[in-house]
């Protein structure tokens, strides 16, 4: 009669333990779990003048009177001084969370452009002036980002115990990615007669006109794409 009290108890700790496993692995899923205080059929918040114009225009605004929307996030304002692209800009530039010095060293790369595009704009004649200067920062790193997304990328790709670095089209987002990533490493490249954000700020006007370090990198990564195009279909087989 001992030995069977005391078998069942055992059964009954195990079982005990099992089930306190199980309950704390679903408050873990639980927890984990992203959830958000408005249902799904609450609407993302239009908070752009450019957009709420446009969907004046288009008759998007007399459908949305009655839809619930979603309040809009700290950062998400219809300031003319706001930038998704140069937000985005300066996390990529944030390390280990310190977003107040990426800030600060985007705005003082902002400024040294600001300055560089007045100089230009009055030196030259003025019927000149507005067609060739850009001087807003926001607008030239843009055109910065644009003129250094690349097309195409290599990836490893193995074949018969053979890595061949076959050419593949890019997406715009992973292209965007690395267009911030070559204008930052340009940027901190060693250098003892200049600063970060003097070098990036230089960067961002070359690649601005299509020229430049970052620039080159691109071209010199799509020629190495021509040069593997005999390994292109290995991307399908």
């Not at 008759?59 to 001084?81: D, I, K, W």
């Not at 040294?112 to 595009?117: C, E, G, H, L």
């Not at 507005?130 to 910065?144: R, Y």
């Not at 965007?176 to 700020?201: C, N, S």
Request: aromatic residues 8%.
């Amino acid at each position: 009669m001992a030995a069977l009290v005391k078998i069942s108890s055992s059964i009954l700790s195990i079982v005990d333990t099992k089930l306190g496993f199980l309950l704390q692995k679903n408050v873990q899923i639980i927890s984990s779990a992203k959830m958000s205080q408005y249902p799904k059929y609450f609407v993302e918040p239009m908070y752009r003048t450019e957009e709420q114009n446009a969907a004046y225009e288009s008759g998007q605004a007399q459908e949305r009177v009655l839809v619930p929307c979603r309040a809009p996030l700290s950062e998400q304002t219809s300031s003319e001084f706001y930038n998704a692209q140069t937000k985005k800009f300066i996390n990529h530039i944030m390390r280990k969370g310190k977003k107040v010095l990426a800030r600060e060293l985007v705005e003082k790369a902002f400024e040294v452009i600001k300055k560089a595009q007045i100089e230009k704009f009055h030196s030259l004649p003025t019927e000149k002036r507005s067609e060739f200067v850009i001087k807003d920062p926001n607008q030239l790193l843009h055109e910065a980002v644009q003129n250094s997304k690349p097309i195409m990328i290599l990836t490893p790709i193995k074949r018969g115990g053979v890595k061949y670095q076959v050419p593949v089209p890019v997406a715009d987002k992973i292209a965007t990615v690395l267009a911030y990533k070559w204008l930052i490493d340009a940027g901190k490249e060693k250098d003892r007669t200049a600063r970060f954000h003097d070098k990036l700020a230089w960067e961002i006007m070359d690649a601005a006109n299509n020229t430049g370090r970052v620039v080159k990198r691109k071209l010199d990564l799509h020629k190495q794409c021509e040069t593997n195009r005999a390994y292109a279909h290995y991307r399908w087989s």
